[in-house]
């Protein structure tokens, strides 16, 4: 993987101010604030309430924050001497009515209402522009960590095969022209044919969509054929939403019966790299980071 | 509708040859039929085992044929003196395995396998060349019965609101740049926002996602909002596979909580209009024709 310098803010006496580090679901985020405390700077850890699991935060110093309460993340982090955060996890897309809103957040409603009437990307950047008016520096999790990023090549023992490059051609020109519209970032594609796009429902039920479509007969190629290609869309903030697979992504391929996976390298987070490739090796299912800007 | 003059060859003796119409599922091939036989043409039937109802064809002279077993069909429309078919009605995408082939099918089957190794269009297109080799002339069901396409504006009581019609545009604008993909035809768009891309599944079944985003708070955009979008794919055989819509389709568009579908005119085909109006009327839905190569 990439051992490119991390990003971080040096102090007048040379000490990197603490990473403000806002967790969602998963183990990604415990991922990072290793990789960041490796290098020598201090991580404070901001899981979210209802999102990441109390369990997981239990051995290590942490402040729960809560959605839409902005407002006492930032007062604490800026206590602690925070200027740079990272948001990263897991995260389900919160029913606005669901949220409840302290003071800080409740003077920004009107633009949050705003941005979440566009699509995902609005949302995403219009809440990264609110926090960095509120003096923050918004950071990706890949800046600071850069060992979270799929590297080119294959990740486990599998490749693949001349076949399933060629739908992986087809898919990465397929989100290429698609790019513009905000929509999915993934779509499955075997026997040269889009057999499943992405939208609203999200990669999961995509990849169950083609479970049931092989089930049922719509979707033939055999099984063992046929790719889950994910890419990043064009213009999005890749410090806030950059595509992400995992070994829970694995076993949702290996479910639909297709042959891998192909990502975008260096523009693709893995978690939980070890579980991947044991996933992966364990059902025969290839994991390719294809060259950015590149047809395969 | 339009009125424009409907195809057909004339024999030396200035009659009509009849016109052989192999019929799919649903109402619509007995309607084109009725239309055809209005205009003075004979119309000789031919339903397909196991896709068509028995009882829709038990007052008409007909004859059955199998998919995959055109040496009979051929056989019987050239002895009554046909030189022209048309395919409508419902259709299910056969299994490869599931069919059991006549000869003169089974001469065409290395191209027949390979047609079925690319797209949908890719199938239908050589779908048509081999009958035409066969020396049958394939026409659209629209070129004969010109009644079945959508017009242009909107059909039944309901418009579209100026917020309909930019999901509409940006519908239209996605479709047009999926086009080149020989995917689906069909996106829902609401909020301003694509939810849902037909792929493998279908239209209905694109539509039961859309009903099960809503109830899970994925998509949140107020009942009565979004918009079905249908048009044809770049270069799709108008003869052989156009866009459709019918009661059905209404019915599924009012279980998503949409406001309305939009089609393309003249390039979309409805099923059972009296029907579909009654149902779009009931449940305030519109129905929008948008003029060919416009944006709405």
Redesign the interface.
Known sequence: MSTAPAAGQVSPAGQQSPLALICGGGSLPLAVADYVQARGRPVLLFPLQGIAKPEDYAQRPHSWVRLAQFGGFARAARAAGCHEMVMIGSMV?P??WQLRFDLTTLMLLPRIAAA?????DHILTSGVRLIEEQGFRVLGAHEVAPEILVPEGTLGRSHPSERDRADIA?GL??LR??G?????QA?VVS????????????TD?MLK?IAE?RAS????TPIGSGVLVKAPKLGQDLRFDMPSIGPFTVEGVARAGLAGIAVVAGSTIVAEPAQLIAAADRANIFVLGTPAGGQR
């Open positions: 897309r029913a606005f979440f009437r566009g699509g995902d087809l020109d397929y022209a698609t513009p519209f905000d929509v999915g779509v026997g040269k044919h889009v057999q499943a796009v992405e939208a609203a429902e999200g039920e969509r479509l007969g719509r979707v033939r």
